[in-house]
C-alpha cells in the first residue's frame, strides 16, 4: 500500500536534488562574474548596490540573489532590500584557500552534464571512454575540486604522517609526482622542500603544460613536468613517489604499482591518496559517497575500461582493494596513514 507521508517525503528529496541541478549554472556564473567575492568584500547589498560593484545588469542580478537566498546561498533582509553572503557560505563559494571551498565541484558537475553523450552510448556496450576523449575542461574542474584538500592538508599533514618522509624531503629526496594534472600537488610540495627535486608525470600533454605555466607563475625551480604514464614514467632510485587521486582511474593499477616498486629505492615510499571510501558499499551511502558514486559512473570507470585490463575499480575502491593492488605490486607494508571526509591517504612500503 502506498505510503503517503514517504511519498511526500520523497518528493521534498528530489524537488532538493533538482533544485540543486538547476542551481549549477547559477553558482558558477557567480563565481566567473565575480559575485560571491563582491558580496565577500562588501557585503550586505541591494541588488543594485551588487550590479554596480561586479558591472552587471541589474535586473539580473535581483533574479540571481533571489535564487541565491531561495536556495540558502545567500540571507535576505527584507526591511533593508539587502542580500548577505555569510561568513559560511563565504568559505564555500568566495575562498579558493578555504578546506570546504566547492566551486570545482560545480564545474565537476557541468563537466559530467556535457559528457552524458559520450558516457550514455558506454551503458550499453560497456566500452570505455577515455579521459582525452572528455569535455576538456573535465581536466581544469578536477584539478580546481581536488586543490583546496591538497592545499591544506599535504604539506602541514599528509607528509608528516608518512614514516620519515618529511625529514627525507627536509634533506633534499627525488619524487615522481604521478598523474600530476595540472601540478597543484607537485607545486605545493616543491615549494615546501627546496632542498628536493619534484618532477611530475602526466598522460595528457595539455595538462604537462598547464603545470609548467603553474609553476612558473609560483617561481618553483625545483618541479619539472613531462608527459608520461603510470606503467613507464622513467623515474629510477626515488625515495616518494606520489599517485593523487589517480590510482583507481588506471586499467592496470597493479601493472603502475610494479612499475612503482621498481623505479623506488629499497627504502622508499609510495604515497597515493584516494577519495575517502569504506570497503562495503553500505559504508559509502553517504553525501560523500554519493558525489564520488557520480563521478565514478561519469569519469573513473569510463577511464579505465578505456585502457588495457579495465580493472575498472572506481572512486570508492576502498582501502581492502586498493591495498590488495598495491601488494600484488610488490609492496610488502600498507597502511592508512591519515583521512579526512575527502580523502584517504595510504602508505607503502617495499
Known sequence: MLDEARLNQFIGQVLGDLGGALSVALVRIGDR???YKALQADGPMTPGELAAK?????RYAREWLSHQAASGYVTYDPAS???TLPPEQAMVFADPESPVYMQGGF???????????LIEPAFRNGKGVGWGSQSQCLFCATGRFFRPGYHNNLV???LHALDGVAAKLDAGAAVA???????FSTVLMAKAFPNSTFTG???HPGSVEQARTHARQHGVANARFEVGTAAGFPGRDLDLVTFFDCLHDMGDPAGAARHVRQALKPDGHWMVVEPAAGDALEDNLTPVGRLYYAASTMICVPASLDQPGGAALGAQAGFSRLSAVMREGGF???RKAAATPFSMVLEARP
Open 156 to 158: 602541514g599533514s599528509w
Open 33 to 35: 562574474l565575480g559575485l
Open 81 to 83: 532590500g539587502k542580500f
Open 332 to 334: 610488502s607494508q600498507v
Open 107 to 117: 564545474d565537476l558537475a557541468a563537466a559530467m552534464m556535457e559528457n552524458q553523450a
Open 177 to 183: 609526482d604521478v598523474g600530476c594534472g595540472h601540478g
Open 54 to 58: 561586479a558591472g552587471i545588469a541589474e
Open 201 to 203: 608525470y602526466d598522460f
